[in-house]
């Protein structure tokens, strides 16, 4: 086989999928299907506007929070707790294993670590001058 390695200036979805395609094959073939499911709990004011809320998706038995948003004028309410713990009985109905996110120094390593998650690593300078963490939360034993 021959091949070369060139720089997309402006990557699009088709070269994104390509490039996802095979691996998705890889991974299915070594751990079986994924059967990625989003989840999203909207947080609308009396206009039915989206104000905030939390998206994620179920995969390989595990439930990543991409997103957590909470309405600046609704923090300090338990808002995000109950997004949190609604986005944990979501998981548990789906037989989850666990849940695990991410999130900056700067926002809320605090809240989640007081809602029982684990921190499993961090990336220093990420933006430069602060910190990324990652956190799980099991939801069932280990094997």
Not at 50 to 62: A, N
Not at 125 to 130: A, C, F, I, V
Request: proline share 6%; with cysteine; charged share 25%.
């Amino acid at each position: 086989m021959t091949s070369r390695i060139e720089q997309s200036q402006q990557p699009t979805d088709a070269e994104r999928e390509a490039i996802l395609a095979p691996l998705r094959a890889y991974n299915a073939a070594q751990a079986g299907p994924g059967n990625p499911q989003p989840i999203a709990l909207l947080v609308r004011d009396e206009h039915e506007q989206i104000l905030g809320g939390l998206y994620g998706r179920v995969f390989y038995q595990w439930l990543f929070i991409e997103l957590l948003s909470v309405p600046e004028q609704a923090r300090g309410q338990g808002l995000g707790s109950k997004l949190l713990q609604m986005a944990e009985e979501l998981a548990r109905d789906k037989e989850c294993v666990g849940i695990w996110l991410d999130t900056f120094d700067f926002q809320a390593p605090d809240f989640y670590r007081k809602h029982g998650y684990s921190e499993i690593g961090q990336i220093a300078d990420y933006p430069p001058g602060h910190k990324r963490h990652f956190f799980q939360k099991r939801l069932i034993n280990a094997l």
